[in-house]
């Protein structure tokens, strides 16, 4: 298993009061995203969990996109991946982080 | 609470067959009613799989918790078919054992169990296998104390293995067409006894074998449901108001049950010659019933209906 931990400054914290939300199934090609509101309001920690080694500067991009577009301030995103491909990985935060506004 | 905001829910249009066990129990129980106990945020996770490279799952493939059906108080139990196949380790098992003794404490109207399993997760066999009987323990308890316990199948991965097991012990099974219930699975048999004695790859041979039509016309569910969330609940709240009585008549009654089926049809080479013994006019046509058709022709067949399994 590889353990990958980013964390990035937000300019502003994600809308929304929701405080946990969880999206996602730990399969094949799939993978499971917990979303915490847990951290400083311009704070964005992602932890992943991946059986698959060596993808760690996709895994960077994918998550420096995401955080750009969606200004996550304030959430601990934890992951456990069963080797989800880039854009599954990226549909699920946006899917996460709109469940985190609801 | 994590469980509660996950994406949902119409239970009219939400397929049983498609939905995550978080879906099924946020749409099947009454709105908003829905409480998780040892929800994802508390990260209780298999101790074993990092052991074998493995992912794991926050909620180890089994959600929890307490609920309302039509305002009544029920524990329930969902499996997560896509995780590990739903397969029993050892937190999954801790997790329904704990619920199920929870049961005689809190005295629920009923337990829900939403089977979707393939049996032992073999990474924690021995784990795995000491949950199945736990819980078979477990439902004994619950059901000596008054409390019915109801399986609901129509999963991805069916019920097979320690979960088949566990489902001959609920006091009512539900079953969709898409819910099939076995021990051994169709890859099982096929290895150990080859493809002349079971194709695992004849999805027709499968189903109408383990299938959940099957099952109903044998007698060895008591319900069958078309593949809706709203359909299922309609069937729980049915078997929670006619669930048998747990003694000792009615265990005797399931053992001459069991071995007059294995002197009627014991000699039966498929499924259809079973469902032509049992009185069904045109068995070929089974498979391809629709829900009132199929519920029209169970009604005509006796041994469908029985307190005994």
Sequence with gaps: ?????????????????VPN??????????LEILL????????????????IAGYGPVWEAVVADFVARAQPGGLRISINDGGARPDTVSLRLLQGARLMEA | MAGAHAASTDPDALSWYEATARQRVVALADPGSFQEFLPPTERRMSPHLPLFD??????????????????????VAAQEGRFMGGAFGEIHGAKLVGLLRAALTLKPAAVLILFD????????ANAGETAIAETMRAIVDVRAAGIP????????????GGGGLIAGTCSRLAVSEGGRISVSGPE?????????????????????????????LIGGADAFCTDSVSAFREAALDLIGRAPAFDLATLEAEQ??????????????????????????????????????????????????????
């Design chain 2, 188 to 216: 099982v048999i096929e290895t150990n006894k080859g493809a002349e004695e079971f194709d695992s790859r004849d999805r027709a041979l499968v189903w109408r074998t383990m299938g959940g039509k099957h099952r109903r």
């Design chain 2, 149 to 160: 316990v109801i399986g609901l199948i129509g999963g991805r991965a069916g019920c097979y």
């Design chain 1, 21 to 30: 939300a969880i999206t996602g199934v730990v399969a094949s090609g799939n």
């Design chain 1, 36 to 51: 915490e509101r847990v951290l400083p309001p311009d704070a964005c920690e992602v932890a992943i969990e991946t059986p």
């Design chain 2, 256 to 309: 001459a049950r069991l071995e007059s089926r294995i002197a009627r049809f014991g000699d039966c080479r498929d499924a259809t010659e079973i469902w032509a013994r049992l009185g069904v006019n045109d068995s070929e046509a089974v498979p391809a019933m629709d829900t009132r058709a199929f519920d029209e022709t169970v009604s005509r067949v006796r041994e469908a209906d029985h307190d005994a399994r």
């Design chain 2, 117 to 124: 399993t393939g049996g032992v997760r073999l990474q924690e």
């Design chain 1, 1 to 17: 298993m590889e353990s990958l931990t980013f964390r990035h400054t937000t300019q502003k914290p994600l809308p929304g009061s």
């Design chain 2, 54 to 75: 493995l992912p794991r799952a926050f909620d180890d493939g089994i959600v929890v918790g307490r609920a309302a059906l039509d305002g009544k108080p029920v524990l």
